[in-house]
C-alpha cells in the first residue's frame, strides 16, 4: 500500500542547475510547500532550491528545519558563511556519498605512492605541465608556492594593483588591504561550488591530498587547480575598478565579485568540469576506481546555466 501525498522530490542534475545564491537578513522556511526568504517587513520571496548547487547564508539569516530538510532532499548543499562569505563556518550534507568512492579516496590519500602520483597530476592541471620528477611532497608544495606567489604578482602588475602579497586575517576582515580582501571573497564562492560538486560526487571534503588536517582539504586541492582560471582574475579586476574609484565596484565590492564570479562560473562552465576533474586526479595514483553504477552518475551532470547572486532583505 502507498502512503498518500507527494512524492518526495527527485534531485536535479547539477547540470541543470544554477551554480550559487547569497542569502542575508531573512527567514529561510518552507511555507505552502515553497523554499522562501521572509524579509523584515514580511515580503516572501520563493527560492528555487532544486535548482541551486549551493546556498550561501550570511549573518542575520535564520533556517526553519523544513527548510534544510528539503535542500537536503533536493541536493542544495547549505553554506553558513560569514558577511560577503569570508569565512566559512559550517556546512550541511546534501547526500551523495559513496562508501566505495570514501574508501576508494582514502586509500589513494594513506598510500605514499598513490597519494604523490595525484599530487603530481594536481600540479600538472593546475600550471599545464607535469611536476619535476623525484621531488618529494614537501618540494612540490614549495614549488607550487613559488608559482602561485609569482602568479599574483603578474596579475597584480596586469591590472595595476598595489600587492605586498596575500595576507588575510579572517578576524579582521575590514583590516585587509581591497585586493586580499576581494580574493577572500572570491575564493570562498569558489570553495562552496567546489565542495557542492565533491559532495555530490560522493567524496569527502576533509581528504585531501596536498592540504592535509583541515575539513575541507580536498576542497582546496581541487579548487586551486581552477583558482587562476575563475576567481583570482576577478578579484584583481574587482580591487583595480575600487581603486580607481568606478562604482559599483567602489561602492559595493564585495557584491561585484561575487556578480562576477558566478558570470565567471558560468563562461568558464565550471561546475561542468569539477567532477571529470576529480576523477582525472584520483585516477592517476594507480588504484582500481569503483565500480559506477546507475544511482552514482555525477560525471556527466555538470553544466552551469544561470542563477542570481544574492537576496537583499
Known amino acids: 500500500m502507498t502512503l498518500p501525498g507527494i512524492e518526495p522530490p527527485r534531485p536535479i542534475p547539477i547540470k541543470e542547475r544554477a551554480s550559487i545564491l547569497f542569502i542575508e537578513r531573512g527567514q529561510i522556511d518552507v511555507i505552502d510547500g515553497a ?6 517587513g514580511g515580503v516572501r520571496t520563493q527560492i528555487p532550491i532544486g535548482g541551486l548547487a549551493c546556498l550561501m547564508l550570511e549573518p542575520g539569516t535564520r533556517v526553519s528545519h523544513r527548510a534544510v530538510e528539503l535542500a537536503a532532499q533536493v541536493g542544495c548543499l547549505l553554506v553558513w558563511v560569514g558577511e560577503a562569505a569570508v569565512r566559512l563556518y559550517s556546512v550541511g550534507q546534501p547526500g551523495g556519498a559513496r562508501s566505495d568512492h ?6 589513494l590519500a594513506l598510500t605514499d ?4 602520483k595525484v599530487i603530481r597530476k594536481m600540479f600538472e592541471m593546475r600550471f599545464g605541465e607535469p611536476a619535476p620528477e623525484k621531488r618529494s611532497i614537501d618540494q612540490l608544495r614549495g614549488l607550487e608556492g613559488v608559482r602561485v606567489r609569482q602568479m599574483y604578482k603578474n596579475l597584480a602588475k596586469q591590472y595595476k594593483v598595489n600587492w605586498s602579497g596575500r595576507k588575510y586575517d579572517p578576524a579582521k576582515r575590514t583590516a585587509s588591504d581591497i585586493p586580499n580582501w576581494c580574493l577572500s571573497e572570491s575564493t570562498a564562492c569558489l570553495y562552496g561550488v567546489t565542495e557542492a560538486a565533491i559532495l555530490a560526487a560522493g567524496y569527502a571534503p576533509a581528504i585531501g591530498f596536498l592540504h592535509t588536517g583541515k575539513p575541507r582539504s580536498f576542497v582546496y586541492d581541487v579548487a586551486d587547480v581552477f583558482k587562476f582560471d575563475t576567481v583570482v582574475p576577478v578579484a584583481f579586476q574587482v580591487a583595480s575598478e575600487a581603486k580607481q574609484r568606478k562604482a559599483p565596484s567602489c561602492d559595493d565590492p564585495a557584491g561585484e565579485v561575487r556578480r562576477r564570479c558566478r558570470d565567471a562560473f558560468r563562461k568558464t562552465k565550471l561546475l561542468k568540469k569539477i567532477i571529470p576533474a576529480i576523477e582525472e586526479m584520483l ?11 546507475e544511482e552514482a552518475q555525477p560525471i556527466a551532470i555538470l553544466e552551469e546555466v544561470s542563477g542570481d547572486v544574492g537576496h537583499r532583505g
Open 283 to 293: 585516477g592517476a595514483g594507480g588504484l582500481e576506481p569503483p565500480s559506477p553504477h
Open 35 to 40: 523554499f522562501v526568504v521572509v524579509d523584515k
Open 113 to 116: 605512492s598513490s597519494r604523490i
Open 102 to 107: 570514501l574508501l576508494y579516496q582514502a586509500k
